[in-house]
């Protein structure tokens, strides 16, 4: 293997607690601008959202801002709140372990040019020889593009990198079908579906994974 390829949200990283953060604002907001209760309003915008599921725009929160004529930037409430970007603590060690094993490293995702942002807010874009998001294809996994424009920019096969990411919808049914192989993060140890060519709970658990592959 020469090359290893991550997602970000909820791989390396979480937004929740930023969430958490912006989502009762964002429902006061709605709530005013239509004159609706509070909790109507959570459940039109929280609607919304769920009814573009995996589509490209559901992976921007900008998006959804301009579709309630809401007056906010998803790039200024990360750069006011960065303590709320969460890294999980088993990434710097993965990364810096990869890194001096020689391997590349790369990000897909389905995320908008932010997600670049979140990676320099979070200490990880120095980690990756590319990154590559939503913006670069104009298109989101699993399309097989977006993976195949992040092999060209590594220099590498889709049989020499491994893919890591927390849905099997996009990272790996998208990964396994340019041929990678692809590796399920299973985080919050949900049911699987042996579809993955490897299940981890944490990113430790890469370094075996790689021992037998070389």
């Known amino acids: 293997m020469e090359a290893i390829l991550f997602d970000i949200d909820e791989t390396l990283l979480t937004e929740r607690p930023l ?3 912006f989502l009762p604002q964002v429902y006061e907001e709605i709530a005013k601008k239509l004159g609706i209760r509070k909790e109507d309003a959570r459940i039109r915008f929280l609607k919304e959202i769920m009814s573009r599921k995996d ?3 559901w992976h921007d929160w900008n998006f959804f801002f ?13 750069t ?27 990000v897909i995702t389905s995320g908008p040019e932010y997600q670049r942002l979140k990676l320099r807010i979070a200490k990880l ?5 590319a990154i590559v998001t939503r913006e670069d294809v104009k298109t989101i996994k699993p ?15 889709p049989s020499e990198a491994i893919m890591i ?16 192989i692809a590796v399920w993060i299973n985080r919050g140890n949900e049911k699987g579906y042996n579809f993955a060519d490897y299940e981890i709970r944490t990113l430790h658990e890469l370094r075996k994974i790689l021992g037998g592959l070389e």
């Open 55 to 57: 589509t490209y725009e």
């Open 66 to 78: 301009r579709l309630f004529n809401l007056n906010l930037r998803y790039e200024e409430l990360l």
């Open 125 to 129: 874009d120095n980690y990756f020889d």
């Open 19 to 21: 969430m958490m953060l």
């Open 143 to 157: 399309d097989p593009k977006i993976f195949l424009y992040a092999l060209e920019k590594l220099k590498v096969e």
């Open 165 to 180: 990411g927390d849905s099997l919808q996009q990272d790996v049914y998208g990964a396994k079908n340019v041929g990678m």
């Open 80 to 106: 006011a709140y960065p303590h709320k970007i969460h890294v999980f603590q088993d990434v710097k060690p993965t990364l810096e372990w990869l890194k001096e094993k020689g391997y590349k490293l790369g």
